[in-house]
């Protein structure tokens, strides 16, 4: 397996490829959900990226059926050319499309284990949705949570300068085909999970209530973990579920350890290196006790290079219940 820090640098190359300067206005307002989607750059031809755009008042209503169906049709016209595939997935066919994360046969892993039929899960970060639909399959009700509208993901100041060309092109060449492939995922399924957009630091206020939240690898992504997490938990009566990147074992993974911006300085998108004892400190904070570290790996190609062998990444997963 290549060495750890080669790993690490790999996994979001292809999303920080794309963030040259733009003459383009846009507002840098953040957050999302965080994960920074793969490399790619737009087609020529297809539908027009929809994003950035006006939210609805306040983000809600997102999930009435009307809107859902709107959102729906104004995706229906991407095809598979016009998507960025963050995961593996197979269609009902049996064709398999390749993604840069390929977490067919780690579901269970990477998800702690978590029994899913009858709950109302919220997912956060779901990218191109493969857990999302993995999840509906076991039983659960899913709201998967991204950045949307006017909020783009999160990047690292460089030179003391905000990014907020970089965080509108993202949106726009990558963010944007990246939500193609949901909904596109979505009509092959049948689907009725839901997509909502906007500040994963202040969510719609017109969710509700969830069993159990879901962050899928997007920690290390987030300007503010803690405030992310605060701000799902509270909506979440039975359980948290986070699993992230190993990116360092120069200390027991218990320990409550965050390191600031642990790659070179010109990296934007991987805000922390976090251990699973850090997440269990917060969430024991948050009042989800009895929490458990499962460690397990999943197939990824670096720099979401889908030329390049994937290799198997090391990650964690904490699951920790309200009470």
């Known amino acids: 397996m290549p060495g750890r820090s080669k790993v690490v640098r790999g996994i979001r190359r292809g999303a920080a490829g794309l963030l040259s300067r733009s003459d383009d206005p846009g507002t840098g307002k953040g957050s999302g959900a965080g994960a920074a989607a793969p490399g790619g750059s737009p087609a020529a031809s297809g539908p027009a990226p929809l994003w950035p755009s006006y939210p609805p008042p306040h983000?809600?209503?997102?999930?009435?059926?009307?809107f859902q169906a709107q959102m729906a049709q104004l995706r229906s016209q991407a095809q598979r050319q016009d998507c960025n595939w963050y995961h593996t997935f197979e269609l009902p066919d049996g064709t398999v499309i390749p993604g840069a994360w390929d977490l067919r046969g780690g579901e269970d892993a990477y998800l702690g284990g978590t029994e899913l039929s009858g709950k109302r899960v919220l997912e956060l970060g779901p990218a191109s949705g493969y857990l999302t639909f993995h999840m509906e399959r076991q039983g659960a009700e899913v709201v998967s949570f991204e950045g949307g509208f006017d909020v783009s993901v999160d990047l690292?100041?460089?030179?003391?300068?905000?990014?907020?060309?970089?965080?509108?092109k993202l949106m726009r060449e990558t963010v944007d085909r990246v939500h193609n492939s949901w909904w596109f995922m979505h009509r092959q399924y049948?689907?009725?999970a839901k997509?909502?957009?906007?500040n994963i630091y202040d969510l719609p206020g017109d969710l509700g209530e969830f069993?159990?939240?879901?962050?899928?690898?997007?920690?290390l992504h987030l300007r503010e973990p803690w405030g992310a997490l605060a701000e799902a938990a509270r909506r979440t009566r039975q359980r948290v579920v986070v699993t992230d990147l190993i990116q360092d074992r120069s200390a027991p993974l218990d320990s409550n350890i965050m390191r600031f911006s642990p790659l070179a300085t010109h990296e934007i998108s991987n805000w922390w290196s976090i251990y699973p004892g850090a997440v269990v400190s917060m969430l024991e904070r948050l009042g989800f006790r009895g929490a458990r570290i499962t460690e397990h790996e999943q197939t990824h190609h670096l720099g979401h290079d889908m030329d390049a062998e994937?290799?198997?990444?090391?990650m964690f997963t904490v699951v920790a219940d309200r009470g």
């Open 190 to 192: 049948g689907s009725a």
């Open 195 to 198: 997509l909502v957009h906007g």
């Open 310 to 314: 994937p290799v198997r990444i090391p």
């Open 59 to 66: 983000y809600r209503g997102q999930l009435h059926p009307g």
């Open 156 to 168: 690292l100041p460089v030179n003391g300068e905000e990014l907020v060309h970089e965080k509108m």
């Open 211 to 219: 069993d159990i939240a879901v962050f899928g690898a997007i920690m």
